[in-house]
């Protein structure tokens, strides 16, 4: 979906912020459904959630980057995490992440520039008798071997 | 209002109700360090410079927000608290680049009044050399954030004083940094009300009137300070 | 009758437990045995590293392993067992093509004393009857009924029960504080942002037995005097976010939460909040302004929340497992309780344990339970081939165990005076194979980015210890550095604003204090 740049295109999220009765108390729950509706947080979205909920831009925008999970810029089409939790660690996080970075050709934590794909990554999915685990897409490998791993990365779709 | 009597450096001190240790010790002619503190602001106590030993506690209390209450022995200028501000002043300039020799502040400088006061004449951490931006979009002011040691005196200041909330701090963690607006460039900010209330609290030259050179900033936050002081007690008089 | 109970929770899901419920389910209707044969997706079965998981009643056995496969043959052999007459166990005659039947006299399950988790694995999260069936709410019926506010928080004091997210503060002694505080509306928080890495019994209690958790913030709002409360969940648990919006949605349409409760003038509404990646959220004053809509950054206590909480009302905040403790207790009562465990830490404690271990997954086990019968008897001790160094209990607040130590019981006092903590539960088992000080420089890796910036120690000082670390890693240390690092180690734990800095240096002292010769072996030669 395009995103809206003008607050008038921000009409789904009307029912978001009336649930909320426009309270900054919901500001947090309120970008995680403008995220969820819109893909990302951008500017003029920011924008219009500051102006809904009579809140200062600095205020939104300062409390939306204090957080992880937002997302400032479209997500890529396929988005890689690696699991870097205590257990996942001890049991070879770190080959996994040499694994995505050499096949992707990317840094944890970068994008590539065409969108393509992201590498990230997660403190603990909390399943950790599966450990090492990565997240392609959603989709969870676990007890993760690099050469699996890298061959799982070639099948991705271009 | 009712007067809590007390020992600061072994000085008797009387205090009423609701003072803070700070206030008290200044009263006696004790001088704690502070950097995060201005009087008038809502207090952070994020610096940990003032922070001082209470007998009875092994926990170090920031002065700047810890009440007075009967019979307390403050000690403020224990080695141990020496030692550590000496590290909260080092582990600030070793997190930002602070070079006074060509800081319109320099000289005007409350970091670099409190290195003076720790007696910190080098650094034994290393430096980070962090890649930060300056932003002179502003008309009269500007913001460089080799400097800002994110006391956040200037989003209290904009928020709570001139109620315009332009500034606030974003992101997180070693990634902490002033922001006006959507984090765009200052000047583009319309909520900005060119009152400067930010540039006068700032304690280094982070943020500064645009005309001054090298040492020319002559920002003297105490002045806004006793403006802000006597603005909180008209608001708490009955 | 005959019932299959496959594990629904996160980890099994992730083991194909989803495929192996649905072909259940076709195999069942198939053969036309809807009606005899109940198959239920519960919570968590116990040994996750085995899963899927699959327990058969009335038989009581457990199968691990077994895929979707299998699921004709089973069905096949209970519908023969069916036929020859009785739902009375004889015992089943089938073997899985694939996967196996544990020996449930292993000590993985005869060491286990299940309280929190009784009804975990048994329920359908999803069917508030079946939860009803078993007891839930039950307790807040009848203290609603005819308990004032002050016996409940007597009964709990005497309980002698503990925080288990992480501080051990005495429960009943907080709820008592904020019962005092003034104020017509407080709020009651549960905490279940479960941020240590590592870490997932919360997780585990949500997904499988929601409604005790409810059930607790219900009795616990009714004992302090709160109307209204919040669950704060951490964005990461997508199943056990979905189960508790369902379990509340149920509670409120059974009026088991909401006005007039039983019939009676107490009401109590939950709310539930998502975190959205923040570590420090899980300290009880960032959670606070989380809530609030805010930047989650700490403030300094006091005011405790107790005084000045969620929009400055007087709150409650207790962890999720303490919570799930409060209907046992009230249950079974408080000398019950206090006769579980040690002197200094009553009742039970669920620890996940992970890492180098032959058998991982959630265990329950009394307090004062030894390491080494957790790790070596519970878990079967380090893979073959290897051995235990050492196990990291609390996490990123918490420290090392050397395989010396294994005889440490498991309670508070006991790993404090080993220069760790009890924690919320998370248990890694590190085999000879881990590199100690890269451990220590992981720990701080994690908490200097965990930091929330607001204070100068933790927000320079983890920065500038993990580069330390970094440095004695590459082998380019000198003793100063080292004598530097413990240095700036005690500065940071003893200046910074809340627990995150306060605790950072904790990892990686510790295991300077048991393993210094791995660092030493690193240092240049001077
Ligand atoms: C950095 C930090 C993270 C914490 N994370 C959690 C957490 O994820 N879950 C939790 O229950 N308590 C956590 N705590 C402890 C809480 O602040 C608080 O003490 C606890 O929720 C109180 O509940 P209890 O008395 O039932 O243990 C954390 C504390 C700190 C300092
Ligand atoms: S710009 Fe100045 S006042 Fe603002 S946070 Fe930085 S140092 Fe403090
Ligand atoms: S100790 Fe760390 S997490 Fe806690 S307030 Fe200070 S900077 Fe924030
Ligand atoms: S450490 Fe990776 S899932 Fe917990
Ligand atoms: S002046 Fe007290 S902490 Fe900064």
Redesign the interface.
């Known amino acids: 979906m395009p995103v809206p740049t003008k607050p008038e295109s921000f009409m789904a999220l009307e029912a978001v912020l009336l649930r909320h009765h426009r309270?900054?108390?919901?500001?947090?729950?309120i970008?995680?459904q403008s995220q969820n509706l819109y893909s990302y947080l951008s500017?003029p979205l920011?924008?219009h959630v500051a102006t809904r909920l009579k809140l200062?831009?600095?205020?939104?925008?300062?409390?939306a980057?204090?957080?992880?999970?937002?997302r400032f810029q479209p997500p890529a089409r396929h988005r890689c995490v690696v699991c870097?939790?205590?257990?996942c660690?001890?049991?070879g996080a770190s080959a996994l992440i040499e694994a995505m970075e050499e096949s992707l050709g990317l840094q944890m934590g970068d994008r590539r520039g065409d969108g393509w794909v992201s590498l990230s990554e997660?403190?603990?999915?909390?399943?950790?008798?599966?450990?090492p685990l990565v997240l392609i897409d959603g989709t969870?490998g676990?007890q993760q071997s690099s050469d699996g791993l890298r061959r799982w990365l070639q099948e991705l779709e271009p | 209002m009712s007067v809590r009597t007390l020992r600061i450096d072994g000085r008797d001190v009387a205090s009423g109700e609701g003072t803070t240790v700070l206030e008290a010790a200044r009263d006696a002619g004790v001088a704690i360090p502070t950097l995060c503190h201005l009087e008038g602001l809502s207090p952070v106590a994020a610096c940990r410079l003032c922070l001082v030993e209470i007998e009875g506690s092994n926990k170090l209390q920031p002065a700047c927000i810890t009440p007075v209450s009967e019979g307390m022995v403050v000690h403020t200028a224990t080695p141990r608290l020496r030692e550590i501000r000496r590290t909260v002043i080092e582990l600030l300039f070793t997190e930002g680049n602070h070079v006074c020799a060509v800081c319109v502040a320099n000289g005007h400088c409350e970091l670099q009044d409190r290195a003076v006061d720790v007696g910190m004449d080098h650094a034994r951490l290393p430096y980070r050399f962090p890649d930060r931006p300056v932003d002179l979009s502003h008309q009269r002011f500007g913001l460089d954030h080799n400097r800002c040691i994110l006391c956040s005196r200037c989003v209290r200041v904009c928020d709570e004083v001139e109620g315009a909330h332009v500034w606030d701090m974003a992101w997180r963690g070693e990634h902490c940094r002033i922001i006006a607006g959507l984090d765009q460039p200052w000047g583009a900010v319309d909520a900005c009300t060119d009152c400067g209330k930010c540039v006068m609290v700032c304690p280094t030259g982070a943020l500064f009137h645009k005309g001054d050179s090298v040492a020319e900033k002559h920002e003297d936050p105490s002045r806004l300070a006793a403006l802000l002081q006597a603005r909180r007690a008209r608001q708490e008089a009955p | 009758m005959n019932g299959l109970r496959c594990c629904a929770s996160a980890g099994c899901l992730a083991r194909g437990s989803g495929a192996l419920i649905g072909a259940l389910e076709t195999a069942i209707s198939r053969a036309e045995l809807g009606d005899r044969i109940q198959l239920r997706p519960v919570g968590c079965l116990g040994p996750c590293s085995q899963g899927p998981l699959l327990a058969l009643d009335p038989d009581g056995d457990l199968y691990a392993g077994v895929g979707p496969q299998d699921a004709e043959t089973l069905v096949a052999a209970l519908a023969r067992r069916l036929h020859q007459g009785s739902d009375q166990a004889t015992p089943l005659e089938w073997a899985p093509a694939r996967g196996e039947r544990l020996d449930l006299r292993a000590p993985f399950f005869q060491r286990q004393r299940r309280i929190v988790l009784e009804h975990c694995g048994l329920i359908d999260p999803t069917d508030l009857e079946q939860a009803i069936a078993v007891g839930a709410y039950g307790q807040l019926e009848r203290v609603l009924q005819g308990w004032s506010p002050e016996r409940v928080l007597t009964e709990l004091q005497r309980s002698g029960l503990r925080g288990r997210g992480g501080a051990g503060y005495p429960t009943g002694l907080k709820w008592a504080t904020v019962a005092r505080m003034p104020g017509a509306r407080k709020v009651v928080v549960c905490n279940a942002d479960e941020g240590d890495p590592g870490a997932f019994m919360d997780r585990a209690v949500l997904e499988g037995d929601p409604h005790r958790v409810l059930e607790g913030m219900a009795i616990a709002a009714y004992a302090v005097g709160a109307d209204h409360g919040f669950i704060y969940i951490r964005a990461e648990y997508a199943l056990a976010i979905e189960r508790l919006r369902l379990a509340i949605d149920q509670a409120v349409r059974r009026g088991r939460l909401g006005p007039a409760l039983f019939g009676t003038g107490f009401g109590f509404s939950v709310e539930l909040r998502v975190g959205a990646g923040a570590y420090v959220c899980g300290e009880e004053t960032a959670l606070i302004a989380s809530i609030e809509g805010k930047r989650g950054t700490p403030r300094p206590r006091p005011p405790y929340p107790a005084e000045r909480g969620v929009g400055g009302k007087p709150t409650l905040i207790n962890n999720v497992e303490t919570l799930a403790n409060v209907a046992p207790i009230l249950r079974e009562g408080a000398d019950w309780f206090a006769a579980i465990g040690t002197a200094g830490s009553a009742g039970t404690k669920v620890f996940s344990l992970t890492g180098h271990v032959r058998r991982g997954g959630l265990v329950e086990v009394p307090m004062g339970t030894s390491l080494t019968t957790v790790v070596l008897e519970m878990g079967e001790g380090a893979p073959e081939g290897s051995a235990v160094k050492a196990v990291q209990t609390g996490g990123p607040s918490g420290g090392c165990v050397p395989a010396d130590r294994l005889d440490t019981p498991l309670d508070y006092e006991s790993l404090q005076a080993l220069g760790t903590i009890m924690g919320s539960g998370g248990m890694v088992v590190l085999d000879q194979s881990t590199d100690m000080v890269a451990l220590a420089a992981y720990f701080m890796a994690f908490c200097r980015e965990e930091s929330c910036g607001k204070c100068v120690p933790c927000r320079a000082g983890t920065v500038q210890l993990h580069g330390l670390l970094e440095r004695i890693l590459a082998g380019s240390a000198s003793r100063a550095d080292l004598d530097q690092l413990e240095t700036l180690g005690a500065m940071v734990m003893d200046t910074s604003l809340c627990g995150l800095g306060q605790s950072a240096p904790k990892p990686m002292l510790s295991t300077l204090r048991y393993f210094r010769g791995d660092y030493l072996a690193r240092l240049e030669a001077p």
């Open positions: 309270s900054p108390d919901s500001l947090i729950e970008l995680h500017d920011l924008r200062p831009l600095s205020r939104v925008k300062g409390t980057s204090f957080y992880h999970l937002f870097t939790g205590t257990a660690q001890i049991q997660v403190r603990c999915l909390g399943t950790c008798s599966d450990a969870v676990r």
